[in-house]
């Protein structure tokens, strides 16, 4: 009894320390089973990082083209009729006929407002017996005066009353004119000031009238501009309201001073408008075109990156490697000038013919392989106008 009780204890703790050897067994396969597959995914990894490439950047190109451009000085300026005026009645009275619709064009001449001359019409007949009858005395005077029977006096007081007579009915025909407002000018009248049956008093207005053909176009230049600024030289006119439309005049005037406060002086060129689409008082942008033309290097403006270092494109290069032809990306540091539309001069940092990533530059850095969609690419005009989509 004493010999089995003694063995039974340990067995138990013989089978103890298997349990826990197996354990330890199962434990240590266990991690070494997660080691093998966490290196082995490591080298998966890092094999596929050496053999990873970059995908290339899809960029819109475009050459660089050489171009001839006139040099020109561009302002923003204001239409100006070139006749303008506030028709205004000059004598009072009542408004008996109204001849113009607001807004309409008129020609010189054409009875605008007529008003009431009921009462210089009566004072007109009266006035025109009483020259028929100093005619007459006249006559009768100067007979009376061959024959000797009246003195130098009377003939000269019935001449004077015939003057006087002929007189008075000339000056009520000139009051009874003034009560018809004429157009004094071709042109577009405005907004009618007056209804039928106003009252009006003696510089009531009526309505603005402008000229049409041609039209001013005002604005203003920096100092510098003198020094090439002529009477005679071509100027062009584009405005919001017709973005698809531009006008060629000529500069016509040139300011006799120079503003002291801001330097500049003012200009006015002469336009055409025989369709009258342009309208005193609209905005519009003027370039004066300088007659002197040079050969300039352009590029979409959209094609540069700006920078406080250095103004910079991308130039795209052919390369070929292992039997494929790979578009490479380099970035060039340009020197800029003269901006016009979507296109700007470069001085310096590409020639002529060259291919360059006219967007999509943001993303690139030098070196970096490109894919050209130029299907995508934006168009880019000397005179860009805005469309809706």
Do not use: C
Request: no cysteine.
């Amino acid at each position: 009894m004493d010999i089995a009780a003694g063995t039974q204890p340990r067995t138990i703790l013989l089978n103890r320390r298997r349990i826990w050897i197996i354990a330890i067994v199962l434990l240590l396969l266990v991690v070494v089973a997660l080691v093998a597959t966490k290196g082995s995914q490591f080298a998966a990894m890092m094999n596929a990082g050496k053999s990873f490439v970059i995908p290339p950047e899809s960029v819109t190109s475009a050459k660089v083209e050489q171009k001839e451009w006139q040099a020109s000085s561009a302002a923003v300026g204001s239409l100006v009729a070139v006749r303008s005026v506030t028709l205004a009645s000059e004598v009072p009275g009542m408004v008996r006929e109204i001849g113009f619709d607001s807004g309409t064009f008129v020609r010189k001449g054409a009875m605008l407002v007529k008003l009431d001359t009921s009462t210089e019409d009566a004072q007109l007949a009266a006035a025109r017996a009483d020259e028929e009858l100093a005619r007459a005395n006249l006559a009768r005077a100067r007979t009376l005066r061959e024959a000797k029977s009246n003195s130098p006096a009377d003939l000269d007081a019935a001449n004077a009353r015939s003057k006087q007579a002929a007189a008075n009915v000339v000056a009520l025909q000139a009051t009874i004119a003034k009560k018809t407002i004429r157009a004094p000018f071709d042109g577009r009248i405005g907004i009618r000031q007056v209804e039928l049956g106003q009252v009006l008093a003696s510089g009531t207005a009526i309505a603005s009238l402008q000229s049409v053909n041609p039209i001013y176009a005002e604005f203003w230049l920096p100092q510098q501009a003198l020094a090439e600024l002529r009477l005679g030289m071509q100027a062009r006119l584009h405005t919001d309201v017709f973005p698809d439309a531009s006008w060629d005049g000529l500069v016509t005037t040139v300011n006799s001073e120079v503003d002291v406060s801001t330097r500049n002086v003012r200009v006015r060129a002469t336009f055409a408008n025989a369709d009258g689409r342009l309208r005193a008082g609209m905005f519009a942008n003027v370039e004066v075109l300088s007659p002197d033309k040079r050969q300039v290097l352009v590029i979409p403006s959209t094609a540069v990156l700006y920078a406080p270092y250095g103004d910079s494109v991308f130039s795209i290069e052919e390369k070929k490697e292992n039997g494929n032809t790979q578009l490479i990306a380099h970035q060039k540091f340009v020197r800029l000038g003269e901006r016009r539309g979507d296109l700007v001069v470069v001085s310096s940092g590409v020639v002529a013919g060259e291919t360059i990533v006219s967007s999509g530059a943001f993303k690139l850095r030098n070196g970096s392989t490109v894919v050209v969609r130029n299907d995508l690419a934006p168009t880019a005009e000397l005179t860009p106008n805005a469309v809706d989509r």
